[in-house]
T-cell receptor, first 113, second 118 residues
Framework: AQKVTQAQTEISVVEKEDVTLDCVYE???????LFWYKQPPSGELVFLIR??????QNEISGRYSWNFQKSTSSFNFTITASQVVDSAVYFC??????????FGKGTRLSVIA | GAVVSQHPSRVICKSGTSVKIECRSL??????MFWYRQFPKKSLMLMAT?????????EQGVEKDKFLINHASLTLSTLTVTSAHPEDSSFYIC??????????????FGQGTRLTVV
């Protein structure tokens, strides 16, 4: 069975601080895909990134960066110089391709001005 | 990215009535659609998987007679909450995927529907 664990339920930071959201996954598949989504208060899910299991390169997109470590089954997400607009719930998710996305419980990030 | 439109975004209904939620893929054909339910401050729980032209596959614990899913075309799936009760109040969100293999794994999500049963 596949499982995604986001141990941090809530995080609160002051604006301009860096923050890392943790994601640990479990799967027996050798091919799988990991995702991060942002859910603002309005409720819609905003796609942030997809990473496949064969690509361990870390990725940076503006203030966002992702660290994929197969050795520790982790796919952590870092926001640099956080802003109030980053306040949202962030979900990590996993699929093997033919299966539905399995979501973690989410991490609620509050960025305080 | 591809667009998935979900309607309505909010609905309030009386106990005992039925509510239909639509999920449309606007610019691609979705062979597979998924319906999720999200309780307040909780994660998304998969309710069912629907494939165009066949019966939906429900997750354990989800009442298929209560949550009717129809995927009649490659661009439309509907979820009908029948005989709604206050405990059915929740945020329902659909997602659509183009293909079933690893090349098309990105799931595109609708905006979600907040259902309140009074």
């Amino acid at each position: 069975a596949q499982k995604v664990t986001q141990a941090q339920t809530e995080i609160s930071v002051v604006e301009k601080e860096d923050v890392t959201l943790d994601c640990v996954y479990e799967t027996r598949d050798t091919t799988y895909y990991l995702f991060w989504y942002k859910q603002p208060p309005s409720g819609e899910l905003v796609f942030l990134i997809r990473r496949n299991s064969f690509d361990e390169q870390n990725e940076i997109s503006g203030r966002y960066s992702w660290n994929f470590q197969k050795s520790t089954s982790s796919f952590n997400f870092t926001i640099t110089a956080s802003q109030v607009v980053d306040s949202a719930v962030y979900f990590c998710a996993l699929t093997s391709g033919n299966t539905p996305l399995v979501f973690g419980k989410g991490t609620r990030l509050s960025v305080i001005a | 990215g591809a667009v998935v439109s979900q309607h309505p975004s909010r609905v309030i209904c009386k106990s005992g009535t039925s509510v239909k939620i639509e999920c449309r893929s606007l610019d691609f054909q979705a062979t597979t659609m998924f319906w999720y339910r999200q309780f307040p401050k909780k994660s998304l729980m998969l309710m069912a998987t629907s494939n165009e032209g066949s019966k939906a596959t429900y997750e354990q614990g989800v009442e298929k007679d209560k949550f009717l899913i129809n995927h009649a075309s490659l661009t439309l799936s509907t979820l009908t909450v029948t005989s709604a009760h206050p405990e059915d109040s929740s945020f329902y969100i659909c997602s659509a995927r183009v293909g079933g293999d690893g090349r098309n794994t990105e799931a595109f999500f609708g905006q979600g529907t907040r259902l309140t049963v009074v």
